[in-house]
């Protein structure tokens, strides 16, 4: 049997506008050029911001006392699961050494970068959740400086909810800044700041490309595109909480993709025939976006059996990717490509982007076919080193010497060459580039 699509998305979601980059571009241009008084115009033209561009901390401290008690019970739920997940992470990350020919040895150690900026999309959804996968994360792998920032809404400023996450997660400063703006500001170190050595976090169109075209002066996390998820099932599933499931994902916008894969036609119909129900229970902005992202670039594709599911799965690389199944163990061992896995019906994908402890900020658009999502990894720079004695750097010398002279390096075979002699001044080498 052949794969087979019951639904195929009619276009394929797109990561921006052609005359994105020009825009974003320029914005960029004009923030840098005009420091702190550039972005505080930008934050008044797109955010209807007039306050300041830094939060004070006795607002941090106010925003405390505004957010319910059960609420900040549920923010340390999710803050404690994270955190520990990135403690453990990090314990993961050992410095190594190698003797590698007697008397020359070298190693590797594991850097915190020195300063990083988080940003927190709080556009259509106020995202507590993205405030504690990127701070915490920062904090645990040893970032010295963390700066965040999110839209501050008109006369209000950045939710109570979020910037008490943000200093229960241990950012050093909060900007009021949205957009290219915000990010720009932790870019160039505006408003009395380090200069972001790295930048983190999910964001609309315009903090993406920002981001991208930042890549290089500073790190990023990763491209990001429109969130997208899969689920693979078999016909032992529940439908309900499949087509759950992908129209729960679905909401994030009209351009994010959600595809089902299964071996069973009758699960693939049922769930068919579920999601317009569904997707109109939701909130009528929510129900647009489900709506529009399941027309528009949602795909049901029936396969013939789990091997050719699990080659769907790591042909597309979903961001998010979840198993409703028999045999758990197989999937997870078999599967190669997606940004977190989620096994069994017992977990999802909302799980992952709240409070479960693995982070949400994950590979889009097919990148986690290389690249799996933030961690304290992220953070940290795997740098090498080497030392010697004279007796044992004496072969890397003569090995160095005439690979150098056969590339045509005359200049690396000599700082060789001094080292020879002047180690060994009573001793003769034959250095010259072999004829062979």
């Known amino acids: 049997m052949t794969i087979e699509y019951l639904k195929k998305a009619d276009r394929r979601a797109e990561t921006g506008q052609s005359d994105l980059q020009a825009t974003v571009q320029a914005l960029l241009t004009e923030i840098e050029q005009g420091g702190d008084a550039a972005a505080r115009a930008h934050a008044q033209k797109f ?87 990127t701070i915490t994360t920062a904090k645990v792998a040893g970032v010295d400086h963390i700066t965040a920032c ?56 315009y903090v993406a490309e920002a981001k991208r075209l930042l890549f290089g002066r500073v790190g990023i996390d990763m491209f990001a595109g429109p969130t997208d998820s899969m689920v693979v099932a078999d016909g032992a599933a529940d439908p309900h909480l499949v087509a759950w499931d992908l129209a729960g994902q679905a909401e994030h916008g009209y351009n994010s993709p959600v595809w089902l894969v299964t071996d069973d036609r009758a699960l693939a119909e049922a769930v068919m025939r579920l999601m317009p129900t569904i997707i109109a229970e939701l909130p009528e902005t929510n129900a647009k976006n489900a709506e529009a992202a399941w027309r528009d670039h949602g795909e049901v594709i029936l396969c013939s059996d789990r091997e050719e599911m699990a080659q769907v799965c790591d042909a597309y690389g ?96 000599r700082t060789a060459d001094i080292r020879l002699a002047k180690f060994f001044p009573q001793e003769s080498f034959d250095l010259a580039a072999s004829a062979d």
């Open 47 to 133: 955010d209807g911001w007039t306050g300041p561009a830094l939060v004070p901390q006795d607002a941090l401290d106010a925003a405390a006392h505004q957010v319910p008690d059960k609420l900040k019970a549920d923010i340390g739920f999710a803050h404690d699961n994270i955190r520990r997940f990135a403690e453990a992470q990090k314990v993961t990350i050992q410095p190594c050494e190698l003797e590698v020919q007697p008397g020359f040895f070298a190693g590797q150690k594991h850097i915190p970068v020195s300063a990083a900026g988080c940003y927190v999309p709080g556009g259509r959804y106020s995202h507590i959740a993205s405030a504690i996968m």
């Open 318 to 413: 979903p961001e998010h990717l979840h198993v409703q199944a028999a045999d758990l163990d197989w999937w997870l061992g078999r599967l190669r490509s997606y940004g977190s896995l989620f096994l069994g019906e017992e977990t999802t994908v909302a799980f992952g982007d709240k409070a479960a402890g693995p982070n949400h900020v994950l590979p889009t658009s097919g990148a986690a076919r290389y690249t799996g999502g933030l961690s304290v990894h992220k953070y940290m720079k795997t740098v090498t080193w080497q030392r010697a004695t004279r007796d044992g750097a004496r072969p890397v010398a003569e090995a160095t010497a005439r690979i150098s002279r056969l590339e045509g390096m005359e200049g690396h075979a």
């Open 150 to 205: 999110s839209p501050p809404k008109p006369g209000i400023g950045i939710p109570p909810a979020i910037l008490y996450t943000m200093q229960l997660c241990g950012a050093d400063a909060v900007l009021n800044m949205g957009g290219v703006q915000g990010i720009a500001s932790m870019a160039f170190g505006l408003f009395g700041l380090p200069r972001a050595d790295m930048l983190v976090g999910p964001g609309n169109q």
